[in-house]
């Protein structure tokens, strides 16, 4: 079993639709968790972290479910812009020190 | 304030060879992980740097080495080059202190091809 999984999609959904997406970890003792925004061809970039029992940022919200081991990732009134791959990460230690990525889900917004 | 830096952008080289990547982390950060992401895979853990040690590292074979330097900068070395060391390879910076001390931000990466 991978230590991160995600639905690789592609997830094709219309402009204003609600999409999200699940993320699982395997490893229990994982202290912290982000959402990473990948456009084609260029790096992740941190969109939101995780701590707790969740955040909102704008339209996107953003899930921790410790006892079911998922993280999930929620976008409202989805834009052409928002069009991209969403990677799902996970922090297996205290600090900085190892942070597995999955797979990550791929989103296309259409007109 | 300067991002994270990656040289060079792309690199072509032969199975066999070796290579050296090199990365300016974040003005301000100290610690530096090093991806190897595989088109259609996310990034996969290398090692990490920290006070010029590696402090973690992930299931990449000795082939795969590192240095950090006084500066906080870093190196990644990639000895006997095969076909699937062909990647796009990600440095992300971080500081181990602070608010963010957990965030890491990614530079733009070097694609190498390994004919």
């Known amino acids: 079993r991978k230590e991160v999984e995600q639905d690789p999609g592609p997830f094709n959904v219309p402009e204003g639709a609600t999409v999200a997406f699940n993320c699982t970890y395997s490893n229990s003792a994982s202290q912290s968790f982000f959402w990473y925004r990948q456009d084609c061809r260029k790096e992740p970039k941190l969109l939101m972290s995780?701590?707790?029992s969740g955040n909102e940022d704008g339209r996107f919200t953003a899930q921790l479910n410790r006892a079911s081991q998922y993280i999930s990732l929620l976008i409202r009134d989805s834009k052409l812009s928002d069009s991209a791959t969403y990677l799902c990460?996970?922090?297996?230690?205290?600090?900085?020190?190892?942070?597995?990525f999955g797979s990550g889900t791929r989103l296309s917004i259409r007109p | 304030d300067a991002g994270v830096t990656q040289s060079p952008t792309h690199l072509i080289k032969t199975r066999g060879q070796q290579v050296t990547l090199r990365c300016s982390p974040k003005?301000?950060?100290?610690?530096v992980s090093w991806y190897q992401q595989a088109l259609g895979q996310g990034p996969q853990f290398i090692f990490q740097y920290y006070e010029e040690e590696e402090r973690q590292r992930g299931n990449f074979p000795d082939r795969f080495s590192g240095h950090q330097f006084p500066n906080y900068s870093s190196e990644l070395n990639v000895n006997a080059l095969l076909l699937g060391d062909s990647a796009l390879y990600l440095c992300a910076s971080s500081s181990p202190s602070g608010p963010s001390q957990e965030t890491q931000y990614f530079g733009p990466g070097t694609r190498l091809l390994v004919l």
């Open positions: 995780v701590y707790s």
């Open positions: 990460a996970v922090n297996l230690g205290s600090s900085a020190s190892k942070i597995i």
């Open positions: 003005s301000g950060h100290d610690t």
